[in-house]
């Protein structure tokens, strides 16, 4: 073939079709789409990989959670079971739209189909709990607790019944008392007939010394760290202690009831010793009248103080505390010094 001069040969190509090229994309999306499949898969079963599965943001704090466990040895897949393969990828997807929605908009996404399983939050049946785990084993967990697992197998509907928080643990928290807190919702120190008792020989061992880390050293647990956790919530109080054990100690009803607000003024004056062991004076200032009437001379005695307080705003406020009837405690005929308070 002779070329025309001036002109450069170029060999022919042969045409590819669009329906070809299409198709080789497809190819390639598609594997693409089995090889992140099969290492997320293979993320879910493997500990070491699975910061794959808490690399998205929904799911990060259930596998921080995890890490924090006893299971942290455990792939997501070893428990999670109950999804398809394809499904985890899916809910990835979905999720990372759910994330930049938000981030975005600030309103979250309808990607996401209310039938789609989310691997974090799904209910672990039983079955999987005892490809590990044996309901024959001896009753005893370490030499902290004493457990009859076939027992509470048979009064409980489920391992979760007891077992909630034991992979996903909040990591503030403190995981022993989380789930003794648990254990009582069964148990109580003050059973009913029928019921299981909560004493400490129950589930704990004779040797073991059951004194929370939390209160050493016992000064500073006294006071004040032991009063700010019983503000927050009582419940871990109450799972060693009764509510008899905080009056002898305290001389009145602790927690205080819902109606010592207007009442306490009335103790107050008959035991404030008891007031003292919690609100003790400091720097001089009387610790009641740095809480009532802000415009008063805290160093002063409010007693010294109050007639001022009813001559220029009335009685209304002092009735917020006090019955009425309180003020007959001082103010009555033929009292000494009654004219001069």
């Not at 010793?273 to 740095?290: E, R, T």
Request: aromatic share 4%; net charge negative.
């Amino acid at each position: 073939m002779k070329r025309s001069p001036g002109r450069s040969w170029r060999p022919r190509l042969p045409r590819v079709s669009g329906a070809l090229i299409l198709g080789a994309i497809v190819g390639v999306v598609f594997a693409a789409l089995l090889a992140t499949a099969a290492l997320l898969e293979g993320a879910g079963r493997s500990p070491a990989l699975a910061g794959v599965c808490g690399s998205c943001h929904e799911i990060a704090p259930h596998v921080a959670a995890w890490r924090a466990s006893t299971h942290a040895n455990t792939g997501c897949r070893s428990c999670h079971t109950e999804y398809a393969w394809y499904q985890g990828p899916l809910y990835r997807i979905t999720a990372l739209a759910d994330d930049v929605s938000r981030f975005v908009s600030r309103e979250p996404t309808p990607a996401r189909e209310p039938e789609l399983p989310r691997p974090a939050t799904l209910g672990i049946p039983d079955n999987v709990c005892l490809r590990c785990h044996s309901m024959t084993r001896e009753p005893s967990t370490g030499d902290r607790v004493i457990i009859d697992h076939a027992d509470h197998a048979e009064r409980n509907d489920a391992c979760l019944s007891c077992h909630l928080n034991t992979t996903h643990p909040d990591p503030e928290t403190d995981i022993v008392l989380l789930m003794m807190e648990q254990c009582y919702e069964c148990h109580s120190l003050t059973p009913a007939p029928g019921e299981p008792s909560g004493e400490c020989a129950v589930c704990h061992p004779a040797h073991l010394e059951l004194t929370p880390a939390s209160h050493d050293p016992i000064g500073e647990w006294l006071r004040p760290a032991h009063g700010d956790s019983a503000k927050t919530d009582t419940t871990q109080c109450m799972m060693c202690h009764t509510e008899q054990y905080c009056v002898d100690c305290h001389g009145v009803l602790m927690p205080h009831p819902p109606t010592f607000a207007q009442d306490h003024g009335e103790e107050a004056a008959l035991k404030r010793d008891a007031c003292d062991m919690c609100h003790a004076p400091a720097a001089d200032i009387d610790p009641c009248s740095a809480c009532h009437h802000q415009g008063s001379e805290p160093t002063q005695p409010w007693v010294q103080q109050h007639m001022y307080a009813v001559r220029d705003a009335g009685p209304s406020a002092c009735f917020d505390c006090h019955k009425p009837r309180y003020c007959g405690r001082c103010h009555v005929r033929g009292r000494p010094n009654a004219g001069s308070l």
